[in-house]
């Protein structure tokens, strides 16, 4: 098992909180991670039905059967446990319940209406570079990467991406996204999302996506919101702090694994993908996914943005620091030229921030500091300083 660096964090929180909750995507390992760190609890699906049949006719005296705790997975399916959970953990200081799901909406909606303050939250997503650093399912190549996503199956079983993904997909739309709300027309549903996947690191326009599928802007709005509850895209806002010049204002879009990414595009292999019009937005939807998976676990939120002016100049990522802001540019090319830093030069006399606080993040493997910022391959991403 790949040791999840998310696990610290884990057993850091469980000695303060009663009940965890893990959410994130499907398949990211979430089922995996909880029930290596909580050997001792026993694990129930709520997936299954007639366990979930069980808990929705008496959820008291379902929960009667778990009187140390117990690990639910998929509990968003039985929303009657959430108020009943209360109760047990105000009378019982000594129980624990893990509780997770891979639907944020469905299942966050209800931690905040019954268990605010009274639960540690935590989302996981798929490996990261760093957890497979030391595994032998390392590449030097990053576009390996980019085209294989990071969901755990892929490197644990040995799936190849084509067929995990056209699996991934049909389950998700057929499954997930009926029981997040009901589509009548999933194969317009289906073609959103490839189009999604064609839009990575682009502005954000809904009117545009809603006119390409054949759907209302509002549909599309609903469609985009289903996207990010279930982990398949999130969006990257625009920094709102303008130095004197108009700025855009409408958020980037990216997905949370760039192998299901290129499996609805349609890439077939490494190198088609190297070949793709889409290479650089991939390449830049892996850095900031990586940058991100750094926040999450450790628990913390992102604190990612961009900056782009109605001139085109564009810092790619804006990590914002209590005291400070960390421009980060992205290029997929393996070596680095000076005219990368260009926008980086721009933005940092707009903002008095110095070029020692400035990094540029490419698919090379030196890493080094230059007259006009530093130099960062893709695999040390671990040295920037993300709190």
């Known amino acids: 098992m790949i040791q999840r660096e998310i696990t610290k964090k884990l057993l850091e929180i469980s000695n303060y909180y009663q ?4 959410t994130g995507p499907r398949q990211s390992g979430k089922t995996t991670l909880i029930k290596d760190v909580f050997k001792e609890l026993p694990y129930v699906l709520l997936e299954t039905p007639d366990i979930r049949q069980r808990a929705q ?43 997770s799901g891979s639907q944020n909406f469905l299942l966050l909606e209800k931690v905040n209406q019954t268990l605010a303050g009274r639960t540690g939250i935590l989302k996981l997503l798929p490996f990261s570079t760093d957890e497979l650093k030391d595994s032998n399912h390392w590449n030097e190549n990053p576009l390996e ?6 969901y755990p199956r892929i490197y644990d079983r040995g799936i190849p991406p084509e067929l995990f993904y056209s699996d991934y997909i049909q389950t998700y739309v057929e499954r997930d996204v009926r029981s997040i709300k009901n589509i009548g027309n999933l194969s317009n549903f289906s073609r959103f999302l490839s189009l999604c996947a064609g839009r990575i690191g682009q502005l954000l326009n809904i009117d545009s996506l809603a006119s390409d599928v054949g759907i209302a802007t509002n549909t599309a709005k609903e469609w985009l919101s289903i996207l990010e509850a279930s982990y398949i895209i999130y969006t990257l806002k625009p920094h709102h702090k303008n130095f004197n010049k108009r700025l855009v204002k409408r958020p980037k879009l990216y997905f949370y694994d760039t192998g299901l990414a290129c499996n609805l595009l349609q890439i077939n292999s490494v190198n088609e993908l190297d070949m793709h019009f889409a290479k650089g937005n991939l390449f830049e939807n892996f850095i900031l996914t990586e940058l991100l998976k750094k926040r999450f676990n450790n628990a913390k939120t992102s604190n990612l943005y961009f900056w782009r002016d109605h001139h085109g100049k564009e810092i790619d990522c804006i990590l914002e620091k209590a005291n400070s802001l960390i421009p980060i540019e992205i290029k997929s090319s393996k070596t680095y030229q000076k005219e990368h830093f260009k926008h980086m030069n721009y933005w940092n006399k707009l903002s008095d921030n110095s070029k020692e606080n400035s990094y540029l993040v490419y698919a090379g493997n030196e890493s080094d500091h230059l007259a006009y910022g530093n130099l960062m391959s893709w695999k040390h991403l671990n040295k920037i300083d993300m709190d």
């Open 19 to 22: 009940i965890i909750t893990v």
């Open 57 to 99: 006719e008496d959820p008291k005296s379902f929960l009667s059967n778990y009187s140390k705790g117990a690990i639910f997975d998929e509990i968003q399916n039985v929303p009657e446990l959430f108020s009943y959970l209360q109760g047990i953990i105000d009378e019982n200081s000594a129980i624990k319940f893990v509780l």
């Open 145 to 150: 990467f980019v085209f294989k996503g990071m």
